[in-house]
C-alpha cells in the first residue's frame, strides 16, 4: 500500500469515528430532550395556564404563546450538530450522564425567564 493510500484510509477511519461518536451524542440528547419534554414539559400545568403551547418533534422542542399573534417570540430548545442541547441560539453544551439534572436545571430556568413565568 502507497504512503498516500495509507493517509488516506488513516484519514477516512478517523472520519467514521468522529461521525459514530456525533451520532451517539446527538442520539442521547434527543433521549435527554425526549424524557425532559415528557417529564416535565408536557404536563406543566403553569405552561398550560400561561398560554404556551409545547411541542416535540424528535429533535427539538418548540414553545409558543399563540395568543400573543405572530410577532411573539417562540422558543426553541434543539439538538445541535454535535450533540450539545442549543436554547434559542445559545449552547448548554453536550448531555453526560452525570449532568443531566444540571441541564434540566438549566432548561427549565431558560423557560422561566423566556416566557416571564
Known amino acids: 500500500m502507497s504512503a498516500l493510500d495509507q ?12 461521525n459514530a461518536e ?14 425532559f419534554f415528557e417529564a416535565d414539559v408536557a404536563p406543566s400545568a403553569k405552561l398550560k395556564a400561561h398560554g404556551v403551547h409545547a411541542a416535540f418533534d424528535g429533535m ?7 395568543e400573543e399573534g405572530v410577532y411573539a417570540e417562540g422558543m426553541l430548545i434543539v ?7 442549543d ?14 439534572a444540571s441541564k434540566k436545571k438549566e432548561l427549565i430556568a431558560e423557560i422561566i425567564s423566556h416566557f416571564s413565568l
Not at 7 to 18: H, N, Q, T, W
Not at 60 to 66: A, V
Open 60 to 66: 427539538r422542542i418548540m414553545l409558543t404563546k399563540p
Open 7 to 18: 493517509a488516506v484510509a488513516e484519514l477516512e477511519a478517523k472520519r467514521a469515528k468522529d
Open 87 to 100: 436554547v434559542s441560539g445559545r449552547s448548554l453544551g453536550v448531555v453526560g450522564a452525570a449532568d443531566r
Open 79 to 85: 439538538v445541535g450538530e454535535q450533540g450539545e442541547i
Open 22 to 35: 456525533r451520532k451517539a451524542r446527538q442520539a442521547a440528547a434527543a433521549s435527554f430532550l425526549k424524557e
